[in-house]
């Protein structure tokens, strides 16, 4: 395993731990899913890279789009849950009243 290879996938194990133990807000387990899709956007293009085709070269950007499309749901979110709870608190939702 070289190094990049390392770093890719001890950044997404890193996001994914951080998503299983750090769950207290709704904004840190968000950063978390931001920090795994990163990852996995890094790991697409390195992969891309080293096939040295060019079919494979727009994945990475549909997955940035993606991406990208998810944080600003998870933003809209977060500002509706703060605005009718009045906090970020996941253990102060509730799914039934929702």
């Given at each position: 395993?070289?190094?990049?290879?390392?770093?890719?996938?001890?950044a997404?194990?890193?996001?994914?731990t951080?998503?299983?133990?750090?769950?207290?807000?709704?904004?840190s387990?968000?950063?978390?899913l931001?920090a795994?899709?990163?990852?996995l956007?890094?790991?697409?293009?390195?992969?891309?890279?080293?096939?040295?085709?060019?079919?494979?070269?727009?994945?990475?950007?549909?997955?940035?789009a993606?991406?990208?499309?998810?944080?600003?749901?998870?933003?809209?979110?977060?500002?509706?849950?703060?605005?009718?709870h009045?906090?970020?608190?996941?253990?102060?939702?509730?799914?039934?009243?929702?």
């Amino acid at each position: 395993m070289t190094p990049v290879h390392f770093a890719f996938s001890s950044a997404f194990v890193l996001g994914l731990t951080g998503l299983a133990f750090h769950r207290a807000h709704l904004l840190s387990a968000l950063l978390c899913l931001e920090a795994m899709m990163l990852s996995l956007f890094i790991a697409l293009s390195l992969w891309s890279l080293q096939l040295d085709s060019t079919s494979f070269s727009a994945a990475p950007m549909f997955l940035l789009a993606f991406s990208a499309c998810e944080a600003s749901v998870g933003l809209a979110l977060l500002v509706a849950v703060s605005r009718t709870h009045g906090s970020d608190r996941l253990q102060s939702l509730n799914l039934l009243r929702c």
